[in-house]
């Protein structure tokens, strides 16, 4: 069995500070142990049984995070350590009886190897007094984490449910409205036919009405949007028209009549089709129609919008889809500021500086949402109402690179290398809980072995994300 030295021991940082006494306990109770590339050295869940520290080579750290294996470290730095890592923990909790993850080597590694049973309790009597601190640090955080991961999810879930129904809310009602005056509309139109029926309308004038029906139809789709003072010139230009030939109700009809697209020259064309004592069975004809048309594309309008918004809602959530795949990250940005625009209001412009031609990226797409949620929620913070958000993309060699700018007034650089620790938040008190950032590192560094990188400056605070194009290589 291969042992190391307590010189060699001492060469170790975890080790280096240690008396001869106990190096040389650890060289006499550790051992040498060698492991081929591609080959595991412990396996998420089974019994934490060796403490690990790494001597050569490069190891791989992941996790089973809802059935799916996630990297979440990936390391060749000589004296990094895994493994039983918790075995000086005094009560048997899951961190300390289990692994808590799965390691593999990449490459041909050499560890020295511990045995938990012995590491634990040693470690308890050389340090008695940092025990207890390590175990109260320890305990607090874990619960303090626990409790404020919670919350920041359920904040962050009322944050986009809230947002989401009230974007859906305003197609939803322009919907229910539309549909209303349709069946009025409609109704009329019923009315109409019984007078056609009764012999009130002559039938030989049917043939010119339906083919006026059918040209104002078309006008409909090709009517132009009119600036108010304009629509409201032709307004009165065709209420006049109309009452000049006698049509009761020409300050009702007229609004319609425009917004359809007919003007006063159409109405004389169309009116000369059409024997004079029924001209204005003819008009309130044609307005019926136009109104009905007009209100069907209010409805197409707002219930493609209500698809659009579910549409971005799955996209955001990436329901329904496998959690590493491969995406447009132009698609993940649109579908995320669909999700916060209720946050925006009317002060701050979005600008989108897209690189169409960015190929795609293999990610995983839900946790990158995330990333860009909390990188524009904190943009919008330091605007306060009123700025430009900036979103650009480009490539970088073999990274994907997305920029988030803000004309907020910037990050102190007393604080700029804090902005990513767990827990540090520059927000008001309770208005940030400091996880928002420490995710995004994670989710971006640990997970898809990118960078996160950011300059400020008052008026330009910018946060550049650089993703793996292919994470292999990128490897």
């Given at each position: ?371 860009w949620t909390n990188l524009i929620d904190n943009a919008l913070a330091a605007m306060d ?38 827990f540090f938040t520059t927000k008001a008190v309770g208005k940030g809980t400091g996880l ?9 560094v640990n997970k898809h072995h990118g960078d996160v990188r950011v300059e400020s400056a ?18």
């Open positions: 069995m291969e042992k190391l030295t307590p010189d060699e021991l001492r060469g170790l940082f975890l080790f280096e500070r240690l008396d001869d006494s106990k190096l040389a306990w650890l060289a006499e109770h550790g051992h040498v142990e060698r492991r081929t590339a591609g080959t595991p050295i412990l396996t998420e869940g089974e019994d934490a049984t060796c403490f690990f520290v790494l001597l050569e080579g490069t190891v791989a750290l992941s996790r089973n995070i809802g059935g799916e294996i996630v990297e979440t470290n990936r390391t060749d730095h000589r004296g990094s350590y895994f493994g039983a890592t918790q075995s000086y923990l005094e009560a048997d909790i899951p961190s300390k009886t289990t692994y808590q993850m799965t390691v593999h080597s990449i490459t041909d590694t050499a560890m020295f190897q511990l045995p938990a049973a012995d590491f634990g309790p040693i470690i308890r009597e050389w340090f008695p007094m940092a025990m207890h601190l390590l175990e109260g640090l320890f305990f607090g955080l874990q619960n303090t984490q626990r409790m404020t991961s919670q919350r920041e999810r359920l904040l962050a879930l009322g944050s986009l449910s809230a947002g989401l129904t009230h974007e859906l809310n305003n197609p939803a009602a322009a919907a229910v409205r539309a549909t209303a005056a349709l069946r009025e509309r409609v109704a009329g139109m019923r009315h109409k036919l019984a007078m056609l029926a009764s012999g009130a309308i002559d039938p030989k004038t049917l043939p010119s009405l339906v083919l006026l029906q059918e040209d104002a139809v078309e006008r409909v789709a090709k009517a132009p949007k009119l600036q108010p003072m304009e629509a409201s010139d032709r307004e009165d230009e065709v209420a006049d028209w109309l009452e000049s030939r006698g049509i009761q109700g020409s300050w009702d009809l007229a609004p319609t009549l425009v917004a359809g697209g007919l003007d006063v020259d159409w109405l004389a064309e169309a009116t000369a089709k059409c024997p004079q004592a029924t001209a204005e069975a003819a008009v309130r004809w044609i307005a019926y129609t136009v109104e009905t048309e007009t209100l069907m594309n209010e409805i197409e309008d707002a219930t493609t919008r209500v698809s659009t918004l579910v549409g971005a809602a799955k996209q955001y959530s990436q329901m329904d889809r496998a959690p590493f795949q491969v995406v447009d990250v132009h698609d993940l940005l649109d579908s995320t500021l669909v999700m916060l625009n209720a946050k925006f209001g009317d002060g701050i412009e979005v600008v989108k500086d897209y690189d169409r031609s960015l190929p795609l990226i293999s990610a995983y797409a839900a946790e990158l949402n995330q990333v109402g009123r700025g430009t958000l900036t979103l650009r993309t480009f490539r970088d060699d073999g990274f994907a690179v997305v920029e988030v700018s803000d004309t907020g007034s910037g990050i102190p650089p007393e604080i700029k290398e804090r902005i990513f620790e767990p928002g950032l420490d995710i995004t590192w994670r989710i971006v008052p008026g330009r605070t910018t946060f550049q994300v650089r993703i793996p194009i292919n994470p292999l290589k990128a490897q």
